[in-house]
């Protein structure tokens, strides 16, 4: 049947991931024997951290095999809200946690709790490609707030104000932010929340799900501001922290309210996440950061390698980067080359430049306008410093035939 029309309006409202897509195209390429750096993979190119891998097994050994509760197993929720108090001074109690397949489907959960067909949900841009496609998912109308790379990609208390109407339900960003790797910083953060202090009907999903991967100066959490604490959803998981990506564990922290309408949400359609999964996350959640030899190894070459990036892009006519301060990602603008033609084909945007980089230079990126920002492609340093320098010297290569 190849009929669109059989299938639901809201799947056929939904895009493809721009990351899987642009994976799958240079997985393509790659089998026809064409070497093809990928640049363009959320992931951290390290292993899961022996301790928790032990952990796993143990619970295999254990027999930890039947179902869990849905909302997670209870000593999970207890390290979760022990671990909230620890790193990020915020109190908790374990029924207020809610344990999930995936950050994504905590954040999913989120949404479909609050939402109602047609309400607004304000995502500032750039953005993680699946916020508006979940927003839109669970009935939502996604508003996007632009930034520029002069202003770090961050927005400030004039744009929030002004982007709120009273169909606003919810805001939601990330910090350190997936693409840029900007982070918000104590002051920003609460200007913000003094926005939102004189707007008691938006809820905040904040998704610090690469709260560890931060370069310099500690983690901040907009859930520490008392006069917006109730309102706000924090959303964090193991993937990115503790290299756990196949792991699927996420978890969200928040009022009761809400924390007991995902865990009736989440009993309806997938029920409790894995057994060995949430036995690994609880060795992993116990693990102070500061203690974590693996952690602190992948933080120090995530640096060396931004450092490195940075500097490669630098030299590029046009090429205008970011120096992020979290995760593992870079975000420079290159809207200069668009207009641009090598006398095949005229880069008119983000998207086209990065295939034109896929076929000429043989690396793979995502393109800016998936994450709302089209003068911009974005870069994942998770891979090894040679490949980096290669990437760069291919780009470099390429882009000089660009007149």
């Not at 959490?221 to 706000?232: D, G, K, L, N, W």
């Not at 005229?346 to 043989?362: Q, V």
Request: one cysteine or more; hydrophobic letters at 40%.
């Amino acid at each position: 049947m190849d009929n669109k029309h059989a299938l639901s309006a809201r799947v056929r409202s939904l895009t493809e991931s721009a990351t899987l897509e642009m994976t799958r195209k240079s997985r393509e390429l790659r089998e026809q024997g064409i070497d093809v750096i990928t640049l363009s993979i959320g992931e951290p190119d390290f292993n899961t951290p022996t301790a928790v891998k032990n952990a796993a097994i143990q619970a295999i050994n254990d027999n930890l095999t039947h179902y869990p509760p849905v909302p997670g197993i209870p000593e999970l929720r207890k390290a979760i809200a022990d671990k909230l108090l620890r790193d990020n001074q915020l109190q908790y109690k374990p029924s207020q946690i809610i344990v999930s397949n995936g950050a994504k489907q905590s954040i999913m959960n989120a949404l479909f709790s609050l939402i109602n067909d047609g309400e607004e949900v304000l995502i500032p841009a750039p953005f993680w490609v699946s916020y508006p496609e979940m927003v839109k998912l669970a009935g939502g109308k996604p508003v996007v707030i632009p930034t520029t790379v002069e202003q770090d990609f961050k927005i400030n208390p004039q744009q929030l104000e002004q982007a709120i109407k009273p169909e606003t339900k919810a805001f939601i960003f990330s910090s350190p932010c997936n693409p840029s790797g900007s982070v918000y910083t104590h002051n920003e953060l609460k200007a913000l929340a003094e926005v939102f202090a004189r707007h008691p009907q938006v809820f905040i999903i904040s998704d610090e799900i690469y709260e560890y991967i931060r370069f310099d100066g500690k983690h901040e959490s907009i859930a520490q501001f008392t006069e917006i604490f109730e309102r706000v959803i924090l959303i964090n998981g193991l993937s990115k922290g503790f290299a756990m990506t196949g792991w699927r564990v996420g978890y969200m922290a928040t009022n009761q309210l809400i924390a007991d309408a995902c865990n009736i949400i989440q009993g309806q359609y997938t029920s409790g996440s894995c057994t060995i999964s949430q036995a690994a996350a609880l060795e992993a959640v116990t693990t102070k950061p500061e203690e974590s030899a693996e952690l602190i190894d992948m933080i120090s070459k995530f640096k060396e390698r931004r450092n490195l990036l940075f500097d490669g892009l630098s030299t590029i006519e046009g090429v205008v980067p970011n120096m992020p301060e979290g995760a593992f990602y870079m975000f420079p603008d290159i809207s200069f080359y668009f207009g641009k033609s090598n006398g095949q084909s005229t880069i008119k945007n983000s998207y086209d430049l990065c295939l034109y980089l896929l076929s000429e230079a043989h690396v793979a990126l995502v393109s800016g306008d998936a994450f709302g920002s089209d003068n911009c492609i974005r870069f994942s340093y998770a891979t090894t410093p040679e490949q980096i320098i290669e990437a760069v010297s291919r780009i470099k290569r390429a882009l000089g035939k660009l007149h």
